[in-house]
């Protein structure tokens, strides 16, 4: 049965929406978080696997100091307490893509706990509260063949790749965020951005969306203002930062329509569907009481000394809300022009494009103007456009050299976007090259004369601003390639 959706402004005034993340990072270590395996992404299915990621009987697991470490970096980041003393647990559920059918992860007693995160959202900071960070081990992939769809339902067959079970995986985990009203779908992608951002200047994980290396689990509820809240839906393993915004927006309209009908919020598990937008019931949700956790008798508690994390703690690398407050200075930015900058995702973008020798003005135009429009027509991220930051540097220093006037740049971007080649390589295959020599541009020059004899008599009467319209005749007749300043000289020379 189709559900009308009440308009989410009328939602927002109504109820009081409650967010909360949790968010998977594989850690970007040489070898998994308990055996020897490599991680690279890819490769044929179950090849990198051994006894211990399979669970198989006698074989015993050894903890990866490397992912330890990254894991305090993460909450030393995070603004977190770490544990003097913490240890990991089992956590039993039987899904295939667990060959020992229990997890290596930590319960009662994580690595990491009570931290905060800041984000910017509309000129307003917001502060998200951190409950835990903790370390655990991957699961393996299922794949369902045989449908439509790739998903269970409907699939003839279901295939389990073990090569990702095992890879060392992080779990960030908010406490509930309240207060947020109408910006809480905002609010939750800003959060998963910086952290995003805090991730990659770690250097701890690749945070590919796409390939998995970072996912987000996001839960919702609504409750009446002041009323206790409600109960929660966890939308499973969201794989973009916009549909991070989409599921908490689309959550809390379904959850409205529920309410608005007298029913009650079932709290379970949901997918969310990149077609329509909406999310589909999953199971229910589990407890912790499900999992029988227990503590992991196969390997000893962790201890980090105390000097180590100090030493850690003093080699962070600078941070992106201090980093991009010394570029907004660099650039010379007002507080409005660098939260444009960072609502549109370009920060990494522009710095880089920058980097490879634009100017910081040229590489807001690029970014901001023609390539964020085609991005947002076609509903994908500003970095999945097709340009690089060296291919928009380029393209400006053609501009800045008079190769290109800005309508030819744009259409050599058009070619770059569709992979034909670099911007210099564009403009000489497609003869879209400035012309700026003045024989070349006479003859167009002299008929844009004979054609308007009113607007070249007013020029020889000194009224030079005249001249615009002649302009614009000689740059129609050379479909744009003319050298505006150059046709405008003769011009006026011609008839001085």
């Excluded at 227990?294 to 000097?307: G, I, Q, S, T, W």
Aim: proline share 5%.
């Amino acid at each position: 049965m189709t559900v009308t959706l009440p308009p989410y402004e009328d939602v927002v005034a109504r109820y009081e929406p409650v967010i909360g993340l949790e968010t998977h990072v594989e850690l970007g270590t040489n070898t998994k978080m308990f055996c020897g395996c490599p991680i690279d992404f890819g490769g044929q299915p179950n090849t990198r696997v051994c006894p211990v990621c399979l669970g198989l009987p006698g074989s015993l697991p050894v903890a990866n100091k490397a992912a330890i470490e990254a894991t305090i970096r993460i909450g030393l980041a995070l603004n977190c307490t770490i544990a003097a003393w913490s240890r990991f647990a089992r956590k039993n559920y039987f899904y295939p893509d667990m060959p020992k059918n229990y997890q290596i992860s930590q319960y009662d007693e994580p690595l990491c706990v009570d931290g905060w995160l800041d984000v910017e959202v509309e000129g307003q900071i917001v502060r998200v509260e951190i409950e835990r960070v903790h370390l655990e081990e991957d699961t393996g992939k299922t794949l369902h063949v045989g449908g439509a769809t790739g998903r269970i339902h409907g699939a003839t067959e279901s295939l389990v790749d073990y090569n990702r079970a095992g890879i060392p995986l992080v779990e960030i985990v908010t406490k509930p965020v309240p207060g947020t009203g109408a910006l809480a779908p905002i609010v939750a992608r800003a959060y998963v951005t910086e952290l995003r951002d805090v991730l990659r200047t770690l250097g701890v994980s690749d945070v590919r969306m796409e390939q998995g290396s970072l996912r987000c689990d996001v839960n919702t509820s609504l409750s009446l203002p002041g009323a206790e809240w409600g109960t929660r839906t966890e939308t499973k393993n969201v794989n973009s930062l916009r549909s991070v915004e989409r599921a908490v927006r689309s959550e809390i309209l379904r959850q409205a329509a529920i309410l608005d009908a007298g029913g009650k919020i079932k709290q379970e598990t949901r997918h969310f569907q990149e077609d329509t937008g909406d999310t589909r019931p999953g199971r229910s949700k589990e407890t912790a009481t499900d999992y029988r956790y227990f503590p992991e008798p196969d390997l000893v508690p962790l201890a980090p000394d105390a000097a180590w994390v100090a030493s850690l703690k003093e080699a962070l690398p600078e941070l992106p809300r201090v980093h991009r407050k010394r570029l907004q200075t660099d650039w010379g930015l007002s507080d409005l022009d660098m939260q444009s900058v960072l609502n549109a995702g370009a920060v990494e973008l522009i710095e880089e494009t920058v980097a490879a020798g634009a100017s910081p003005e040229g590489a807001r135009k690029w970014w901001l103007g023609e390539l964020a429009r085609r991005a947002n027509e076609a509903g994908i991220e500003l970095v999945e456009v097709g340009a690089t930051p060296a291919q928009v540097a380029e393209l400006q220093r053609l501009v800045d050299e008079g190769k290109l006037n800005d309508k030819l740049a744009r259409a050599v971007l058009e070619g770059v976007i569709a992979g034909e080649g670099s911007p210099t390589e564009i403009m000489s295959a497609r003869g879209l090259g400035v012309v700026s020599d003045t024989g070349a541009l006479t003859a167009a020059v002299d008929e844009a004369i004979a054609a308007n004899p009113d607007v070249a008599a007013k020029i020889r009467e000194g009224k030079v601003a005249a001249a615009g319209v002649l302009v614009g005749a000689v740059m129609k007749a050379t479909r744009g390639q003319a050298d505006a300043k150059t046709v405008r000289e003769l011009i006026i020379s011609r008839l001085s």
